[in-house]
């Protein structure tokens, strides 16, 4: 953690889609069975979403609003905060367009019952956004939270990833063939692929992956977990394994098919070719994340 000194003037709140809009803008609002619901969880968002802005600009702060859907026609270097109006989903988009600014996650329908998101990512609450205020004073620290980035060839993709990165074939069903690096270990792989997690994303897909296992936040480590290998054609070194943070995780696709991805993103897709040389690391520009 890190004490913040430069002045916030300038705030960016980008909001998800609610279903409710969503099916509206898709003309099926007549499809929908629980209607009330949707409805009310549209109103919580958006009543999240006005106090969030009211607040921010009562504490004389440039703020302006946009539904994640326009997020890239902003230049996002104009600002000084970048505020994810949403939960987990919402807050990972943000993220992938966040380099030097600040960012927070604020979870606008809470968990409860069968509705709203758990918010694992998000460092606010929607019945905190009172909190808002000890942010406008200055009363607030930062977390920087460890990304990882990818080459491919030597050239740096323009993404990153909070949670994983992910190689696997353009269908979850499929399987790959790929040769990986890491540390002493050099192996050729078949199955459906791998994931390489960050400490905080190994309370994801990674926990799935490796029956519970999580990387504290506070170790400079992350995780590399194999999906579905074909244990019974070849004995591997390894299945899931956590690694230094100064290792790079080394890829070779040896067939065609082969995908990697950034945080489930499907906007991040990039598509390798039979022999690309990818390389997987601990990026040195990690998530500036407040927290009140």
């Known amino acids: 953690m890190i004490i913040w000194v430069i002045k916030i003037q300038r705030a960016l709140l980008v909001e998800r889609s609610t279903d409710y809009e969503v099916y509206k803008a898709t003309n099926t609002l007549a499809n929908v069975s629980d209607i009330e619901l949707i409805l009310k969880l549209h109103k919580l968002h958006k009543s999240c979403c006005d106090t969030v802005e009211s607040l921010l600009k009562e504490g004389g702060?440039?703020?302006?609003?946009?539904?994640?859907?326009?997020?890239?026609?902003?230049?996002?270097?104009?600002?000084?905060?970048?505020?994810?109006?949403?939960?987990?989903?919402?807050?990972?988009?943000?993220?992938?367009?966040?380099?030097?600014?600040?960012v927070l996650?604020?979870?606008?329908?809470?968990?409860?019952?069968?509705?709203?998101?758990?918010?694992?990512?998000?460092?606010?609450?929607?019945?905190?956004?009172?909190?808002?205020?000890?942010?406008?004073?200055?009363?607030?620290?930062?977390?920087?939270?460890?990304?990882?980035?990818?080459?491919?060839?030597?050239?740096?993709?323009?993404?990153?990833?909070?949670?994983?990165?992910?190689?696997?074939?353009?269908?979850?069903?499929?399987?790959?063939?790929?040769?990986?690096?890491?540390?002493?270990?050099?192996?050729?792989?078949?199955g459906s692929g791998l994931i390489v997690a960050t400490a905080r994303g190994s309370t994801a897909w990674f926990t799935s992956l490796t029956n519970g296992h999580r990387i504290h936040p506070?170790?400079?480590?992350?995780?590399?977990?194999?999906?579905?290998?074909?244990?019974?054609?070849?004995?591997?070194?390894?299945?899931?394994?956590?690694?230094?943070?100064?290792?790079?995780?080394?890829?070779?696709?040896?067939?065609?098919?082969v995908e990697l991805v950034f945080d489930s993103l499907a906007y991040t897709t990039h598509k390798l070719a039979p022999n690309d040389r990818v390389e997987v690391y601990v990026s040195s520009q990690p998530l500036r994340v407040v927290r009140v």
């Open 218 to 257: 506070k170790l400079k480590a992350y995780g590399i977990a194999a999906i579905d290998p074909f244990e019974k054609r070849l004995k591997y070194k390894w299945h899931s394994i956590t690694v230094p943070a100064d290792t790079i995780t080394k890829v070779t696709p040896l067939r065609p098919g």
């Open 105 to 190: 996650g604020i979870n606008t329908i809470e968990r409860h019952d069968n509705y709203g998101s758990l918010g694992g990512l998000c460092t606010l609450r929607a019945s905190e956004v009172g909190k808002l205020e000890e942010l406008i004073t200055g009363y607030y620290s930062v977390e920087e939270w460890e990304r990882l980035g990818a080459r491919v060839n030597g050239t740096e993709l323009p993404y990153l990833a909070l949670n994983e990165v992910a190689i696997g074939p353009k269908r979850f069903y499929g399987t790959v063939h790929i040769n990986v690096e890491f540390l002493d270990v050099s192996e050729y792989f078949i």
């Open 61 to 102: 702060w440039n703020v302006t609003r946009v539904p994640i859907t326009q997020l890239s026609i902003y230049k996002t270097t104009e600002f000084d905060l970048l505020v994810s109006a949403g939960g987990d989903g919402t807050l990972l988009k943000v993220a992938q367009i966040a380099r030097e600014q600040l």
